[in-house]
């Protein structure tokens, strides 16, 4: 077990990563713009998702060995970067189509699963969220103790203040759902969102 000040050391270091937006916070806001607070669940569980399996890859090593091979580090950031920015697009085209009124009686599609997947990929396919787990996890576990457990308990430490923080997001978004009807607003921030989108893949492709 890591022990509570470590855990508490570790999120005080992953806070300002948290809150600096990012593809979830993005995913975020468009998906609750154009489909309600259900549509906030797949986006914090596929994030989430990503977490465990970016902590997973850190207790197998294979994180490690992705930052020790420049080849396969650079494959990683260029898919990432690629889907981000191919997202974004996605996001920009389908704007004009989600800014029309919905009806009020309307449900959420079916495929909205598609939502967990692309908060998923989005956080996966992000090499800076598997460095995390390499630079700033072995600072807060004791070596001499089974590092499986430790990391799990890190992740779940992060898993759980990265939801609050979309929680609260969240309910920041909602409270302007008048706004969110109209039109004009949701086009806006659709696109908006595709520019974050795509310029986060810019930068991952360049950093």
Same mark, same amino acid.
């Given at each position: 077990?890591?022990?509570?000040?470590?855990?508490? $050391?570790?999120?005080?270091? @992953?806070?300002?990563?948290?809150?600096? !937006? =990012?593809?979830?916070?993005?995913?975020?806001?468009?998906?609750?713009? =154009?489909?309600?607070?259900?549509?906030?669940? !797949?986006?914090?569980?596929?994030?989430?998702? =990503?977490?465990?399996?970016?902590?997973?890859?850190?207790?197998? $090593?294979?994180?490690?060995?992705?930052?020790?091979?420049?080849?396969?580090?650079?494959?990683?950031?260029?898919?990432?970067?690629?889907?981000?920015?191919?997202?974004?697009?996605?996001?920009?085209?389908?704007?004009?189509?989600?800014?029309?009124?919905?009806?009020?009686?309307?449900?959420?599609?079916?495929? #909205?699963? #598609?939502?967990?997947?692309?908060?998923?990929?989005?956080?996966?396919?992000?090499?800076?969220?598997?460095?995390?787990?390499?630079?700033?996890?072995?600072?807060?576990?004791?070596?001499?103790?089974?590092? $499986?457990?430790? @990391?799990?308990?890190?992740?779940?430490?992060?898993?759980?203040?990265?939801?609050?923080?979309?929680?609260?997001?969240?309910?920041? @978004?909602?409270?302007?759902?008048?706004?969110?009807?109209? !039109?004009?607003?949701?086009?806006?921030?659709?696109?908006?969102? #595709?520019?974050?989108?795509?310029?986060? $893949?810019?930068? #991952?492709?360049?950093?």
């Amino acid at each position: 077990m890591v022990r509570p000040y470590a855990v508490a $050391g570790f999120l005080v270091a @992953i806070l300002p990563l948290i809150a600096t !937006p =990012g593809a979830s916070l993005a995913l975020l806001v468009r998906h609750v713009t =154009g489909g309600g607070r259900r549509r906030a669940l !797949p986006v914090v569980l596929g994030t989430v998702t =990503g977490l465990y399996v970016h902590a997973a890859l850190a207790v197998a $090593g294979l994180s490690a060995l992705v930052m020790h091979s420049s080849v396969a580090f650079t494959a990683i950031r260029l898919t990432g970067a690629v889907y981000l920015v191919g997202l974004g697009v996605w996001t920009w085209r389908s704007a004009r189509a989600d800014a029309a009124p919905a009806p009020a009686r309307l449900r959420l599609p079916r495929g #909205s699963d #598609s939502v967990f997947v692309q908060a998923l990929l989005a956080n996966v396919l992000n090499p800076k969220a598997a460095a995390v787990y390499l630079t700033l996890v072995p600072q807060f576990i004791a070596p001499r103790r089974p590092f $499986g457990g430790q @990391i799990l308990t890190l992740a779940t430490a992060h898993a759980l203040l990265i939801a609050l923080w979309l929680t609260a997001w969240t309910f920041l @978004i909602l409270r302007a759902s008048h706004a969110l009807n109209r !039109p004009r607003f949701r086009r806006t921030a659709a696109r908006a969102t #595709s520019a974050v989108l795509i310029a986060l $893949g810019v930068r #991952s492709a360049l950093t």
